[in-house]
């Protein structure tokens, strides 16, 4: 790999954004790749805004990605999408999670989740939608919806050469490492056929 590569994943807190923060730079170290990683928290840290910078390549100096930077932006939730879609390079990819969190002005009735994100998102980027939350809920467990969406953005980005697995064994705790590599697989495997079109 000449250049480097920069991901940014994006949710609310809760999520499990850092933990795949966490897997992807132990993933990436373990395959010989320079690698900087740093996070931001919203105000709350349930509830609020999550953003995980994830930069690798053969030497990378600093963690921070500018606008129009991101090869890919990975969105745990839908509406964030919107927040940080102008990070991204105007050849890259949006995996989007197809789950919404409404924030508190729309909990409580001062504003509404706006409607066709997701449509909106697709006229402007090459887009992948992932239904995280049913993937993650058929193998026995929403907590995992992050997972599935790693899956997603390993296979969207072509990443499928290094052991993931391994990096799962070492990153999470030993009694969800099953639960884990599965959705891992069921998110590659929902990209594939988002990509495909399906």
């Given amino acids: 790999m000449k250049k480097n590569k920069n991901i940014l994943l994006v949710g609310v807190g809760g999520q499990g954004t850092i933990l795949v923060s966490k897997i992807l730079s132990t993933g990436l170290m373990e395959a010989g790749y320079d690698v900087k990683m740093s996070e931001i928290h919203g105000m709350a840290q349930r509830g609020g805004s999550v953003s ?14 500018g606008v129009g930077d991101a090869d890919i932006l990975v969105s745990f939730e839908t509406m964030e999408t919107l927040r940080w879609l102008e990070y991204l390079k105007p050849d890259g990819v949006v995996v989007i999670n197809d789950y919404e969190i409404p924030s508190a002005p729309i909990l409580s009735g001062k504003a509404e989740y706006p409607e066709g994100i997701i449509d909106l998102i697709e006229k402007k980027v090459d887009t992948r939608v992932i239904k995280a939350a049913e993937i993650a809920e058929s193998i026995g467990s929403a907590k995992v919806m992050n997972v599935v969406l790693m899956g997603a953005l390993i296979k969207s980005m072509n990443l499928t050469d290094i052991d ?35």
């Fill in 164 to 198: 993931w697995e391994d990096a799962i064994r070492k990153t999470v705790k030993e009694k969800f490492i099953d639960l884990n590599i599965k959705a891992l697989r069921a998110g590659m495997e929902s990209a594939a056929l988002a990509e495909a079109g399906n």
């Fill in 52 to 65: 995980t910078q994830v930069r690798f390549g053969e030497k990378v100096y600093s963690p921070i990605i």
